[in-house]
């Protein structure tokens, strides 16, 4: 089992940087898959970035280039740097974790965050 805790979300120019953390419990982190997805009002939830267990990263094309997926296995946290934030990656943003393979697939996911808001204004 393993549970999920995002924070570092907010309000930010376009332009702009925030670096997001979900935080996870449990003695396997280590072993998790990790990925951000976020979702916007009034649309479906989208694969942002994934990180394996051995630090192997994969982004979506609208955000590669501007975000940089990390993880910490000492502090069983992932990160998510965002850079040149544009109004279209307004979104909530949440942290998930699977075993394995890679997916987009948010409904391959095992374990959720709660998500953490990220609004970019013009």
């Known amino acids: 089992q393993v549970q999920l805790v995002e924070s570092g979300g907010g309000l930010v120019q376009a332009g702009g940087s925030l670096r997001l953390s979900c935080a996870a419990s449990?003695?396997?982190?280590?072993?998790?898959?990790m990925a951000w997805f976020r979702q916007a009002p009034g649309k479906d939830r989208e694969f942002v970035s994934s990180i394996s267990s051995g630090g192997i990263t994969y982004y979506a094309d609208s955000v590669k280039g501007r975000f940089t997926i990390s993880r910490d296995n000492a502090k069983n946290t992932v990160y998510l740097q965002m850079n040149s934030l544009k109004p279209e990656d307004t979104a909530l943003y949440y942290c998930?974790?699977?075993?394995?393979?890679?997916?987009?697939?948010?409904?391959?996911?095992?374990?959720w965050g709660q998500g953490t808001q990220v609004t970019v204004s013009s």
């Open positions: 449990g003695r396997t982190f280590s072993s998790y898959r």
């Open positions: 998930a974790a699977k075993q394995r393979i890679l997916s987009v697939l948010s409904r391959e996911y095992d374990y």
